[in-house]
């Protein structure tokens, strides 16, 4: 199943924001915006939910700190009491740098892991680049072009009226 | 729409473009290796040799190589631990505090910076193994199960917090590093013309392709990890200045230390990036994107935490004083005045007086300055620890065991051979990884250039003008 | 760009004169029911024992200064850090800050009268706050001879200590001033240069800051447990009282643009203001709990007593404000404000600013009450009244100096950055 795309080549990230703005304004489907650094507001104009990451930090934060209560508690509380310095078995202040440490090291991680996941980033001999300059200096605006029913020479205009300074087609081979 | 005020100095000189930068940065990785590097990498291979020598003579021998005895236990062998940590810190604090302040300034220096940690981690974490005495037994300070009952680790021990927060730190570190590595390993995949580069780097990409989503998620995760990060690096020298606080020792046992600590580690981590970065800049004619505002706002930071670390020792003084705890005292008398006077002096003249002279925007803004006042700054630590460690342990409670410390060659082998290993490491960084985090520099470009671009023409004229600054930029 | 003035109606001034009012009717009404002797045979039983071990019961009048000096060091470090947050905006060129910039500036309003009270309240309460003052403590033939606090002495004399005081709000004041006079010309005659002077201004202050802000608390807080000593100490008060000083810009920016001024400040300002509550709620943690799992661990007999009288000792008369302490000012806080979202609300913020307020004085309560009250240490009339009474005069010369000049520094170099800030 092969895809098609219309891509259209910015090289101001001020003008890449105005026409995506004014596309999707047009009821135009922009399938993904390629750059080759984070654009200030673009989330806002393309309308991409804020990423639900910072919950995964949290609750990996939140077993690694119950995980290393445990650990402690249980090792030197239970399993093998031992009185070390005078003080007591379970002794918390001495408990909280190892339980702070795991506690970011598990948010840090998680997070993590779960970012390679759902970015689909893996180590690969595959690349699906658009266009290679989309990691050197210029912002390429993939649209995805349906047979028979999309007007490609008004999406040519489209784009071309919005700052595009060169309008290619792409075919990916999936 | 984002405003820069026109006062602020440009962080991007000599009219570079988004493609500019590419290029200014991929040409080392891509080129073959000149002689200077190649040079510079046979000296710190050097290094490494004394290393790996000294290294065999302490496990095959025994800790006996070493000067140490009952009364001064650890030496030189902690002084290098502590000294390398807190070089180390000053990567996450330039890539995760100054994230978190938006200081745009990190950018061309961050990516360096954070390498130097991992490999001033990597350095570091050979003290207290090597310092084991049986090392292949490390994994003992793991709380695995075991057939001794199982016989759990002290977690009361700051030795032991030290495994955990070391162990978090570098990976973590490594982690954070890394990420911001993919979107350039993806720039160099795209460009790289030979089958193994192109094959190497599209694995180390992981597939990036720089799609708005992905970046989106980026940007949270660099975020958090720059949150999370902070507290880190603090908690991790808080942790190594309690391998001592948490003692009775006078001269170890004091509240002032994890912060205080802290500070030392910034101040020792910020002039080992400007030693490095001054070097690197100039050979890699990297002088528009590390300017002399960089090196500026370096020397700021590090007037900063050198009068932090001035006032602490002023205040340890002090309370020793006003405590009445005569042990207390006879601790800093001895510091000044004892056999190791020479040590104290040399800490109290690198450390107060060398970054004191950066009040003086000549000296700030001088490169040789900066180098020499930032070895002088590393110097100046060094002692800083060894003073602490040997001065409070040569003479403590009680007299009749009192001794004195000195180095075997060995000793000083295994550090200048740590010397060698993270040269090698950093060396081998810059030829196979862009030195500059290429995607950030890109992201600021717009808003802290020295000319603004407005599209084809400005390109074009500006890409000229940058071919031929690159070589004028000295200062 | 356009200035805002603050208008503080009648209305509002009146309300702070009645804080003031209730404040000292409530005071007067505390000391007359101690003096009344209310309680009278809980106290004698009480100090019966105490008294065969040489503690007398604590009076009216020792309750009442130790509570002046209370609220005046915990109101003159809120009014400090005003000066210190505007020159560590300046010295680290940070833009998104110059449009509250105002507030902080006028909150060291309070500094010329906290100079004052603190001298007032020392030449007539020293004797009753600061076990040192007592001239037998220094006589060799004297049976109270203490060799240790005779040691201090060098440091821990009256004349020393009064001078010091002197030097530090003369240092404070004049930098305040200085700083104050440089955004007040630029409002009027613009460019640049008052910026750049103010630069050094700040460089200079920081360093004034970062020696006095220690010396200050070791003669104002810890002297007051005459024996103890922790270096880690400045610091500590230095953190209780920046995260207060945040504490109180971000509640003052709240409630200024709840009243309809600031316009042009937006969740993006109060965003970074908040992540500076939130961030400095968890330094001050660290630093609380450096100082005590050091302290907890080494368990030294002379260092470990100050904690000791502060948890179970003192017939665990503090131990509940112990842990209440950690709970209002670092877990509370820490779990409401982690959010992206709860750092743009007002409503959060509002909330967990009073009550960071609330808790740092209850910190700072902590640090003075057990060296000095002991086991009469309450929360009564007398508290609360001095407290409202100081907190409505810090309130009327913080308003007057917010009245005085634009709370838009129309020429500032960076407020159109801040204007545009974006987070």
């Known amino acids: 199943m092969n895809k098609k795309f219309v891509l259209g080549i910015y090289d101001d990230e001020d003008v890449l924001l105005t026409a995506i703005e004014n596309i999707r304004a047009a009821g135009t489907k922009i399938y993904d915006v390629f750059s080759p650094y984070p654009v200030h507001g673009i989330d806002d104009v393309l309308g991409i939910k804020r990423s639900r990451l910072p919950i995964v930090a949290f609750f990996g934060g939140l077993f690694g700190m119950s995980f290393a209560l445990w650990m402690q508690i249980w090792m030197l509380g239970f399993d093998w009491p031992m009185i070390i310095g005078g003080k007591p078995h379970i002794a918390i202040p001495s408990f909280i740098p190892v339980t702070f440490e795991l506690t970011v090291l598990c948010s840090a991680f998680s997070m993590v892991i779960t970012f390679f996941i759902v970015s689909r980033l893996k180590p690969s001999l595959k690349v699906n680049v658009f266009d290679k300059r989309s990691t050197d200096d210029k912002f390429v605006m993939a649209i995805e072009v349906k047979d028979g029913v999309t007007n490609m020479d008004a999406l040519n205009d489209l784009l071309r009226s919005n700052g595009a300074i060169e309008v290619n087609e792409k075919e990916v081979v999936k | ?475 | 760009m356009t200035e805002e003035r603050l208008i503080i109606s009648r209305k509002t001034n009146n309300k702070f004169f009645l804080m003031i009012a209730v404040g000292v009717v409530l005071l007067i009404a505390g000391i007359i029911f101690m003096a009344a002797g209310g309680g009278a045979e809980h106290h004698a039983e009480g100090h019966g024992e105490a008294a065969a071990a040489g503690h007398e019961a604590a009076s009216w009048t020792k309750r009442l200064f130790v509570n002046l000096w209370l609220n005046n060091v915990y109101f003159t470090g809120i009014a400090l850090i005003g000066t210190f947050f505007v020159a560590v905006q300046y010295v680290a060129y940070a833009g998104w800050s110059a449009l509250v910039k105002r507030i902080p500036e006028a909150m060291a309003s309070y500094l010329p009268i906290g100079g004052i009270v603190m001298l007032l309240v020392f030449l007539f309460g020293g004797h009753d706050i600061f076990h040192w003052t007592h001239e037998y403590l220094y006589d060799v033939n004297d049976p109270r001879y203490d060799p240790i606090i005779a040691g201090k002495s060098g440091y821990l004399n009256t004349v020393f200590f009064l001078i010091r005081m002197v030097v530090y709000f003369g240092l404070w004041i004049l930098f305040t001033k200085w700083l104050r006079n440089q955004s007040l010309s630029e409002d009027l005659n613009g460019g640049t240069s008052y910026y750049h002077k103010s630069i050094r201004i700040s460089a200079m202050f920081l360093v004034v800051f970062g020696i006095t802000s220690s010396t200050s608390a070791w003669d104002w807080v810890l002297s007051i447990d005459t024996h103890w000593f922790s270096t880690m100490f400045g610091w500590y008060v230095f953190a209780s009282w920046w995260v207060s000083g945040l504490a109180a810009i971000t509640l003052t920016v709240i409630i200024l643009k709840q009243n309809g001024y600031l316009k042009m400040v937006n969740a993006n300002h109060i965003h970074d203001l908040g992540k500076f509550v939130f961030a400095f709620s968890i330094f001050w943690t660290y630093i609380w709990f450096s100082q005590f799992l050091l302290y907890w661990y080494a368990n030294i007999p002379e260092e470990s007593i100050y904690f000791i009288d502060r948890l179970g000792g003192n017939e665990g008369h503090f131990a509940w404000i112990f842990f209440f302490n950690l709970v209002i000012n670092f877990v509370f806080p820490f779990l409401v404000l982690m959010t992206r979202d709860a750092k743009r609300q007002m409503i959060m913020l509002k909330i967990v600013t009073i009550a960071i307020l609330i808790g740092h004085w209850f910190d700072f309560y902590l640090m003075m009450m057990p060296g000095t009250l002991r086991t009469d240490a309450g929360i009564g009339f007398i508290e609360i009244g001095t407290t409202l009474v100081f907190l409505g005069v810090f309130l009327l010369t913080f308003t007057k100096g917010l009245a005085k000049a634009s709370l838009v520094p129309v020429n500032h170099p960076f407020l159109e950055e801040s204007v545009h800030h974006h987070v």
């Open chain 2, 1 to 475: 729409m984002q405003h820069v005020s026109p006062i602020r100095e440009p962080l991007v000189t000599g009219g570079k473009t988004y493609h500019d930068i590419t290029e200014d940065v991929c040409r080392q990785v891509e080129a073959k290796p000149n002689a200077r590097w190649a040079a510079a990498l046979a000296v710190a291979l050097v290094g490494l040799a004394i290393f790996i020598y000294s290294v065999y003579r302490t496990l095959w021998f025994g800790i006996g190589e070493w000067g140490l005895n009952k009364t001064v236990g650890w030496a030189w062998d902690i002084t290098n631990f502590v000294w390398w940590v807190g070089i180390g810190h000053a990567g996450t604090l330039i890539s995760a505090i100054l994230l978190l302040f938006r200081q745009k300034w990190r950018t061309s220096i961050n990516r360096a910076a954070e390498a130097m940690t991992i490999f001033a981690v990597i350095c570091a974490a050979m003290f207290p193994v090597l310092h084991m005495g049986r090392p292949w037994l490390a994994y003992w300070v793991l709380p695995l199960p075991n057939t001794f009952g199982s016989l759990w680790v002290n977690f009361n021990s700051p030795l032991l917090w030290d495994v955990f927060a070391i162990s978090t730190y570098f990976s973590v570190s490594l982690v954070f590093w890394y990420i911001g590595l993919v979107p350039d390993f993806a720039t160099i995949r795209d460009r790289a013309t030979g089958p193994i580069a192109r094959r190497a780097y599209a694995v180390l990409s992981m597939g990036w392709t720089g799609s708005a989503k992905a970046w989106s998620r980026y940007e949270t995760v660099s975020l958090i990890l720059a949150g999370l990060a902070t507290p880190l690096v603090l908690s991790v020298h808080t942790i190594v200045s309690m391998d001592f606080a948490t003692s009775v020792i006078p001269g170890w046992h004091t509240t002032i230390f994890p912060p205080y600590f802290v500070a030392g580690a910034i101040f020792s981590g910020f002039a080992m990036v400007l030693t490095l970065m001054i070097i690197t800049r100039k050979v890699f004619f990297l002088e528009n994107y590390i300017t002399l505002e960089h090196v500026e706002s370096m020397n700021k930071v590090i007037i900063l935490t050198g009068s932090i670390v001035g006032i602490a020792y002023t205040t340890e003084f002090f309370i020793a004083w006003y405590s009445g705890v005569e042990y207390e005292q006879y601790a800093f008398i001895n510091r000044a005045f004892g056999p190791y006077w020479w040590a104290y002096w040399s800490m109290m003249t690198c450390n107060v007086i060398t970054p004191q002279l950066f009040w003086i925007r000549k000296i700030r803004r001088s490169l040789t300055a900066t180098f020499i006042i930032s070895i002088f700054v590393n110097i100046g630590m060094w002692f800083e620890r060894f003073v602490i460690i040997v001065t409070s342990l040569h003479r403590d409670y009680l007299p009749s065991s009192w001794a004195m410390f000195s180095p075997t060659i060995i000793d000083i082998g295994v550090y200048v051979g740590t010397i060698g290993l993270f040269f090698t490491l950093f060396l081998l960084f810059c030829k196979f990884f862009p030195v500059i985090n290429m995607a950030e520099v890109k992201a600021i470009l717009k808003s802290s250039s020295e000319v603004k671009h407005h599209g084809h023409a400005a390109t074009m004229h500006a890409t000229e003008k940058g071919l031929n600054t690159n070589r004028h930029h000295n200062e």
